[in-house]
């Protein structure tokens, strides 16, 4: 059996931190090395990764490095890419996991919105606020993988919402992979502070070019202060070479308002890690999720709630259309600490399963400390309702438009929590025209 | 109209259904009527085509097509129709979308061009107001949250709408209080006329008062048993089943 390569890294590793001696990044890339090194791949044994095998990923060499791609090319690929509402946003690219200032663009002024590369805010008046929020997510996450993103801290990006400002235009970030020539290895990463009294809204896309292989591994730190509001949109619709490990690592550091919805349509392994933090009493957060799979696509939701503080309400509501060979995993991890009384938190998985062949794992976790605390958790795995199917079709609606308006309907309540019109239209309508029958038979 | 014939059904291996014969003829309204258990309802399924009631034997002839060999919903593109004795709650389903389809379904069945928007409304506007249903309830998801009387008033607006030439109410009045049941039956008798015909399957005179149906049945274990006019379910209403089950017992002791 092959096993995995990591070793190429190592060079890789010496490249980068030779470049640049004094980089503000070095220590803390050297340190994150080792615990990759340390920590490797991590395997179907440890537990956080039991229902993902993403060693087999690792098995071939990825070029790390961008690619000096003809602009123009790159250019034409990222309006291909472009959602529904850009034009009324603020657009910021990555290309190969790498920021590209040049082919971002913004629609509000600094006074409102400080966005910069994350090199460039480590070294600027903003330098105390990234030592200090930088990789605090490697406190949860001890994995090699988010260890692995650390290592190679380049060109990320640095947002600073500032007090008081409400952001109407929201932050798009599109993900374009290069993946024509080779394997593709995209490390993105970002910083996002969101000040006292301030509400942004940011959406996140991925499209990758080529038959190659791309993994993206990707990490975004958020914090949140007092009085903020925060919504964060992932959008995976790649195609099926390209794979992804993302950590969303949201802190509300004060009482705060978060609202997240991760829609994954296609692709080939994605494991999307959602970490709430609640450090401070009061926290409110929202968690949906949909995945609508079909063929090999495996999509692992893993959440994490840590209650810290008293007071917290946490909802999360995950659902799942799994078709052909497909496998949908949802992990929700809830902490409630000792202070972390009168905590609210609730969590449910709704699965149809619509082929003999596809998975579903699910598996709640609750550590409760407190003793006056309300959690709950439920999933349920299932077919159609048959009561439902057979109503329907005594009106006239044939077997495939019957089944295919059940599950627009098991979907909608979750497409219903994407708050920004333009998006939630054309989310609506793939989801729409996947469920739609098709001729000869039903395929998604 | 329908012509059932000798009809043998079962669900899980059990016969409910013994050899049942029924003839219908258009403008016609049947009630039939009869203990619990006695197969009402599972007459009502094999009708609808419901796919876990097995038929073993016998023939529905249905406006000259054989019925048996017809999808739920081609039955009803054909023009059958079922009043649900439990209509089914489908969240996120909404009222107005899913008759718009069943409607243009129909429609596309016969070869006429889907109802546009303007048409569908007023269509709409005339059936609620003849079951008196409440026009907020069809921008609602489908039955979601409904009470009883609603559920009901909703499946006999779907029949306006879709104006079947069979329709089976079965046990439209269970739950009803009075003054839903007499909206219900209104509405079903504006509803009819001399080319469609209807099949009541009741436990109660109190909807036959208003329907004044032409034939009464009574099903007996899988049988029809003893069929008559309107007077047979005043008598069915004053003694019961027993003295039909006596005159029986009788009739085979004999």
């Known amino acids: 059996m092959e096993t995995v ?406 979907s909608s309540d979750i497409l219903e929590q994407i708050k920004i019109e333009p998006l939630r239209k054309y989310v609506d309508t793939i989801v729409t025209g996947r469920l739609l029958p098709q001729e000869p038979a039903m395929a998604l | 109209m329908l012509k059932i014939k000798d009809i043998h059904a079962s669900i899980d291996g059990k016969e409910i259904l013994k050899g049942l014969n029924l003839d219908i003829q258009p403008g016609e309204v049947h009630a039939i009527m009869g203990p619990n258990g006695g197969g009402k309802s599972t007459l009502a399924s094999v009708l609808a085509g419901r796919e876990n009631y097995e038929v073993t034997a016998g023939t529905i002839d249905f406006d000259g097509k054989d019925m048996l060999d017809l999808s739920p919903e081609e039955r009803a593109r054909e023009g059958l129709f079922l009043a649900f004795q439990y209509p089914v709650e489908i969240p996120g389903v909404s009222t107005t979308n899913f008759i718009k389809t069943a409607v243009n379904e129909k429609r596309k069945h016969l070869g006429q061009p889907p109802l546009d928007a303007v048409a569908f409304l007023k269509t709409m506007k005339e059936k609620t107001a003849l079951v008196e249903i409440d026009k907020s309830l069809l921008s609602r998801s489908l039955n979601e949250g409904f009470s009883g009387g609603e559920k009901k008033r909703n499946e006999i607006f779907q029949m306006a709408m879709l104006e079947p030439k069979l329709a089976i109410l079965d046990e439209t009045d269970s739950g009803l209080d009075i003054d839903a049941l007499r909206i219900v039956a209104n509405g079903v008798n504006q509803l009819r006329n001399e080319h469609n015909s209807i099949i009541v399957i009741t436990h109660y005179q109190r909807l036959l008062d208003y329907l004044q149906p032409d034939f009464v049945h009574v099903l007996v274990e899988g049988k029809i048993v003893k069929s008559g006019t309107k007077e047979l379910a005043l008598e069915l209403e004053e003694k019961g089943y027993d003295f039909i089950k006596e005159s029986l017992n009788a009739t085979a002791a004999v």
């Open chain 1, 5 to 410: 390569i990591t070793s190429y890294l190592d060079k890789k590793f010496d490249e980068l931190q030779k470049k640049d001696n004094d980089n503000k990044f070095a220590a803390l890339r050297a340190k994150e090395f080792g615990r990759f090194q340390k920590a490797g791949i991590p395997g179907y044994k440890n537990e956080e990764w039991k229902y993902t095998f993403i060693n087999n990923l690792f098995k071939k060499e990825y070029k790390l490095d961008t690619i000096d791609a003809d602009r123009a090319a790159l250019q034409k690929e990222l309006t291909a890419m472009k959602l529904p509402g850009s034009e009324n946003a603020n657009e910021l690219v990555f290309v190969d996991g790498h920021y590209a200032p040049e082919l971002s663009s913004l629609l509000l002024d600094n006074g409102q919105l400080n966005i910069s590369s994350l090199s460039a805010a480590a070294n600027n008046e903003y330098k105390t606020l990234v030592e200090e929020n930088l990789n605090q997510s490697s406190k949860y996450i001890t994995d090699g993988l988010l260890a692995l993103n650390s290592s190679f801290i380049e060109e990320g990006i640095f947002i600073l919402v500032k007090k008081n400002q409400v952001i109407d235009k929201p932050i798009y970030i599109y993900h374009l992979n290069n993946a024509v020539e080779n394997n593709l290895l995209a490390q993105p990463r970002s910083l996002i502070i969101v000040e006292e009294s301030a509400k942004v809204q940011i959406v996140e896309h991925y499209h990758t070019i080529g038959q190659m292989d791309s993994l993206a591994n990707e990490v975004m730190e958020i914090v949140v202060k007092e009085n903020a509001i925060v919504e964060y949109y992932k959008i995976q619709q790649d195609s099926p070479n390209a794979s992804q490990v993302g950590t969303t690592h949201i802190r509300q550091v004060g009482k705060s308002f978060v609202h997240t919805v991760t829609i994954s349509l296609n692709g080939g392994i994605i494991r999307n890690n959602i970490n709430i933090i609640m450090e401070e009493a009061g926290n409110e957060a929202h968690m949906y999720g949909l995945y609508l799979i079909k063929e090999n696509t495996h999509v692992d939701n893993h959440t994490l709630v840590d209650n810290t503080k008293p007071n917290c309400f946490s909802n999360e509501f995950y659902k799942g259309i799994i078709d052909g060979h497909a496998t949908g995993v949802f992990s929700g991890k809830i902490y409630v600490r000792p202070d972390a009384q009168k905590t609210n938190a609730y969590q449910s998985n709704k699965n149809i399963l619509l082929s003999d062949t596809a998975t579903v794992n699910t598996k709640p976790q609750l550590e409760i400390y407190a003793d006056d605390v309300k959690c709950s958790h439920g999933c349920t795995v299932g077919q159609l309702d048959p009561e439902a199917l057979f109503y329907l079709r005594t009106r006239g609606i044939g077997l495939q438009d019957a089944q295919a308006m059940l599950l627009q309907a098991f």
